[in-house]
């Protein structure tokens, strides 16, 4: 497994390979709550921009608007036999923002931003 604290080139070839992750948030009460997203890697800005049909009406908006503190998973099986999983995970400090161009056609312009901090791979060499 390796640590970074930016997204490298390996990763990011990774990443415009899929389009689900999970997004970890944890709510006011200090509940934690896990969701399948839709993302988009934005290379210039080194950050990971997640969209949805009514994002900011979700829990998960509203749970990093009290607490940045995220954690986001991709991970896919690039072989079953033998048995190869794949994955990134990126902790980091997430906003809420508005934006001109939603990420994919069908999402709202309302996004959460993760800023990574520490990346963690595996299987991705």
Known sequence: ??????IDDTIA???RTQRLG???TV???GAPQNNPVGFS???ELGVIDIGGRRM???RKFRNV???PQVAFVVDDLASTD???PRMVEIRGRAETLHVEEPPHPGMTHDIIRVHPERIFTFGLD
């Open 56 to 58: 900011a009406q979700s």
């Open 41 to 43: 890697y934005d290379p």
């Open 13 to 15: 070839a990774y990443l």
């Open 82 to 84: 033998p048995w190869r």
């Open 65 to 67: 608007q009290g607490n």
């Open 27 to 29: 709510d006011s009460h």
């Open 1 to 6: 497994m390796a640590t970074l604290d930016h």
């Open 22 to 24: 999970r997004l970890a």
